[in-house]
C-alpha cells in the first residue's frame, strides 16, 4: 500500500524549476547580503511548489522606536479581502524580487561609511596655511575670514570642539608637508601642546593620502581636509535616501585615494606574491573593482531616483505651476526667506552651515494670487571640491528646469563679494539656460541688521527674511520675471453668470478680479492664464469677449 500511495503522490507531483540567478557582477558580501539572497531563492523554489509567500520582518536597528510590522499578505489584496495563500502571476513575483533586491542592494549602499570619524568627540586644532602671494591667493578675502570659516565648519558637527586657531604662512600649501620646514615645526610642537586634542583640520581644498600619511605620523593625531569635513557634514544632514547616495558617491574618491595607499603600505611591509589565493587578480585589482562596481550601483540607484523626479516634475508642468528655485552661499537665509514668502509654518531654518541637503518644494502665492512652487537648494561654500559638486549634480539639475532664479545673498557677511563670485560661478559650470542666469532675482538679505541699507547693485532688493521687510516688493518682482518667462497672460474676459465660464476659468486658471454686473446678469473677471489654458478657452467658448490687460 506504500508503494502504490507513493507512486500515486509521484503521478501528481508536478515539476519544479528553481530560476538561476540573473547574470551580473558578485555582489561584496557585507551584512545580511547572504542571508537575503538565501532566502530569495527558497520564496522562488517555495512559489514553484505553490506555497503560500510570506515576508520577513523588516531589518531595522535595535533601538529603533515603535512596533515592528509584517506584512503578511502580497501586495494588492487588501486589508479585509479573503486570502487563499496563492502567489500572484509571475510577471508580478518577477517585479516583486526585483524590487527586493533592488532594496537589499540599497540598504547595502547605504550602510555604515568606512569613513566616518565616528561618534565619538572630537577635539580640533583648526589650521589655516595662508599663502602670501601668487594665482592662489585670493584677493577678495583674508585669512582671518578663511579661519572663520573653518571654525563655522567645525561647529557645525555635533561634539565636534575648536581648541586653537592658528594661522601660518606658507608659500606652497601643496607640497608635502604643506608648510616649510621651520614653520611645521613650530606647528608640530603647538599640537602637541594642547591638552587632548584628537584631529587637526588643515583648512585646503583636498591633501593627498601620502601628505595625511605624513602629518599623522609627525603630529599622532587625525588630519582632515575641506572635502572630509564637508563630507562629514553632508554625512550627519542626509535624511532622504537620494541625499545620502549623492555622499556615497563622493566618498568614492576618498576610498581610491586611501586604497592605493593601503597598497604601497603593503608593498612595504611584505614581499612574496601579489596575488590573492591564486586568482591571478592582486589585491589592488581587486578592491578597485569592488569600488567600480559599488559606484556602478550608486549611479543606477541615481539614475532610478532622478527618472522618478523627471516624472514628478512632468506632473507638475501639467498643472503649469511656476518654478522659482532659491539659491545662494551656504546659511544665507534662503529657508528663512522661502518660510517668509510661503507663510509655511513646518519650515524650521537653522542657524548652520549646511542645514539643507535636499530639494524641497513649498508653494506659495504672488500679489495676483498665482500658485508659484519654490524649490530650496542645496548652499554653496568656497573651494568646495569638484568631486563634491558633481556628486550633488543630480539635485542641482532641478535648478535648470525652473522658469527663474533668486540668488539670496547675506549682505552683512564681511566676504559677500567672495559669496556672490563663487555662487555665480557654480551657477556657470551647471550648463543653465542663458534666460535664467539673465533674468536671475538678487536679493540682499538680512538688512535689518544694516541701519539704512541701500543696494548699490542694479536691480538688486533689500530684504529681511526674519522682519518681513521688503518681502512685498520682492513678490511683485517675482511675479513681473515669471509672466515673462512663461508667457502667462492677464486678461479680462466677459462671461455670461449663467454659463459654465466662471468655474471653467476658476479650475485653469487664476482668477484675480470678479466684477459682477446684475442687471444684464454678466460679469467682468480679470485672470491671468497660460497659453495652453487661454488656446482651450477660445475654443471652448469661441463668443467670448476678450480683452487685453
Not at 193 to 198: A, E, Q, S
Not at 352 to 373: C, E, K, N, R, W
Not at 453 to 460: G, L, V
Request: proline fraction near 6%; charged fraction near 25%; hydrophobic fraction near 40%.
Amino acid at each position: 500500500m506504500g508503494g502504490g500511495a507513493a507512486s500515486a503522490a509521484a503521478g501528481k507531483t508536478r515539476p519544479v524549476t528553481v530560476r538561476a540567478r540573473r547574470p551580473g557582477p558578485p555582489l561584496p558580501m557585507g551584512p545580511g547580503r547572504l542571508s537575503w539572497s538565501l532566502l530569495l531563492r527558497c520564496r522562488r523554489a517555495a512559489a514553484a511548489l505553490g506555497a503560500p509567500r510570506c515576508r520577513p520582518l523588516p531589518a531595522r536597528p535595535l533601538s529603533a522606536a515603535g512596533p515592528l510590522r509584517a506584512s503578511l499578505r502580497p501586495p494588492g489584496t487588501g486589508g479585509g479581502a479573503p486570502w487563499n495563500g496563492v502567489a500572484g502571476a509571475g510577471g508580478d513575483e518577477d517585479e516583486e524580487e526585483e524590487e527586493e533586491e533592488d532594496e537589499a542592494a540599497l540598504e547595502e549602499l547605504l550602510g555604515p561609511s568606512p569613513l566616518a570619524p565616528g561618534p565619538g568627540a572630537q577635539r580640533v586644532a583648526v589650521v589655516h596655511p595662508a599663502v602670501k602671494w601668487g594665482p592662489q591667493k585670493s584677493p577678495l578675502t583674508t585669512a582671518e575670514l578663511q579661519i572663520a570659516e573653518a571654525v563655522a565648519l567645525v561647529d557645525t558637527l555635533q561634539n565636534w570642539t575648536v581648541l586653537d586657531k592658528i594661522i601660518l604662512p606658507t608659500k606652497n600649501p601643496n607640497k608635502k608637508f604643506v608648510f616649510g620646514k621651520g614653520n611645521f615645526q613650530v606647528l608640530t610642537e603647538k599640537i602637541k601642546k594642547l591638552p587632548h586634542v584628537t584631529a587637526v583640520f588643515l583648512n585646503v581644498e583636498r591633501i593627498s593620502s601620502l601628505t595625511k600619511k605624513e602629518l599623522e605620523g609627525a603630529w599622532g593625531v587625525q588630519v582632515f581636509d575641506r572635502y572630509t569635513v564637508v563630507l562629514h557634514i553632508f554625512r550627519c544632514n542626509a535624511r532622504t535616501k537620494e541625499a545620502k547616495l549623492q555622499v556615497a558617491l563622493a566618498e568614492i574618491p576618498l576610498l581610491r585615494s586611501n586604497l592605493k595607499n593601503e597598497v604601497s603600505q603593503r608593498d612595504q611591509q611584505r614581499g612574496g606574491s601579489r596575488y590573492i589565493m591564486g586568482s591571478g587578480e592582486t589585491f589592488l585589482e581587486i578592491q578597485s573593482r569592488v569600488l567600480k562596481e559599488r559606484e556602478l550601483k550608486i549611479r543606477n540607484a541615481l539614475e532610478k531616483l532622478r527618472r522618478k523626479r523627471s516624472l514628478l516634475r512632468t506632473q507638475r508642468r501639467k498643472c503649469e505651476f511656476p518654478m522659482v528655485s532659491v539659491m545662494g552661499y551656504t546659511n544665507c537665509g534662503k529657508t528663512t526667506l522661502i518660510k517668509a514668502l510661503t507663510g509655511e509654518a513646518g519650515l524650521q531654518p537653522r542657524d548652520q552651515l549646511f542645514a539643507t541637503l535636499d530639494i524641497t518644494a513649498h508653494a506659495g502665492y504672488l500679489p495676483s494670487h498665482m500658485t508659484v512652487i519654490y524649490v530650496d537648494t542645496i548652499g554653496f561654500l568656497t573651494d568646495l571640491p569638484h568631486n563634491l559638486v558633481e556628486s550633488f549634480s543630480a539635485t542641482l539639475e532641478e535648478v535648470a528646469y525652473s522658469d527663474l532664479i533668486v540668488h539670496v545673498r547675506d549682505i552683512t557677511h564681511p566676504e559677500t563679494i567672495l559669496q556672490k563670485a563663487t555662487v555665480l560661478s557654480v551657477l556657470r559650470n551647471l550648463d543653465l539656460p542663458s534666460h535664467l542666469l539673465d533674468s536671475m532675482v538678487e536679493v540682499h538679505n538680512k538688512v535689518d541688521l544694516i541701519e539704512g541699507y541701500k543696494p548699490t547693485e542694479e536691480n538688486a532688493l533689500a530684504v529681511s527674511a526674519l522682519h518681513g521687510h521688503g518681502l512685498e516688493e520682492l513678490k511683485q518682482e517675482i511675479e513681473k520675471k515669471i509672466l515673462t518667462a512663461t508667457g502667462k497672460k492677464i486678461l479680462t474676459v466677459n462671461i455670461n453668470l449663467e454659463g459654465p465660464q466662471l468655474s471653467w476659468l476658476y479650475k485653469e486658471a487664476t482668477v484675480q478680479d470678479v466684477e459682477v454686473m446684475p442687471e444684464d446678469g454678466t460679469a467682468r473677471v480679470k485672470v491671468i492664464i497660460g497659453s495652453s489654458a487661454f488656446g482651450r478657452y477660445k475654443n471652448l467658448f469661441p463668443n467670448s469677449e476678450i480683452f487685453m490687460s
